[in-house]
């Protein structure tokens, strides 16, 4: 199964997701220090190796120590995340998702206008 069928992320999975992101290709002790909250060692290698089994991270050996590399990009991700939450909460609506979002003012009609002369162009 790919990366982009599983399911979202744990909230410690993405913390750790997003220092991989953040690093790009980086060893372990790079990622430890790039997760904010200074988490354990142990704790952030064993999140890496659940994003490995996920399909989101992988890694290339140099002697024993592993530089590990986002395999999904942050884009990616947020791809899928947007689309599954629009698919549960708005069946699928982009439409249903903005009125939401202009109704509990989050948009207002002045960013929808400058979201669709940008789109024009």
């Known amino acids: 199964m790919s990366a982009k069928e599983n399911k979202e992320l744990t909230k410690a999975e993405e913390q750790v997701m997003q220092a991989v992101w953040k690093v790009g290709n980086g060893f372990a ?6 997760v904010e909250g200074s988490p354990a060692y142990n704790t952030v290698l064993t ?9 989101y991270v992988s890694h290339v050996t140099f002697n024993r120590s592993n530089r590990y590399y986002p395999v999904v990009s942050r ?18 609506s982009p439409r249903a998702l903005v009125s939401f979002l202009v109704d509990k003012n989050e948009v207002s ?3 929808l206008e400058s979201i669709t002369k940008e789109l024009e162009k």
């Open 75 to 92: 884009e990616e991700y947020m791809q899928q995340q947007l689309k599954g939450f629009a698919q549960r909460y708005f069946g699928s």
């Open 47 to 55: 999140v890496v190796r659940i994003l490995e089994q996920k399909g």
């Open 109 to 111: 009609l002045e960013d």
């Open 29 to 34: 002790n790079e990622i430890v220090a790039a």
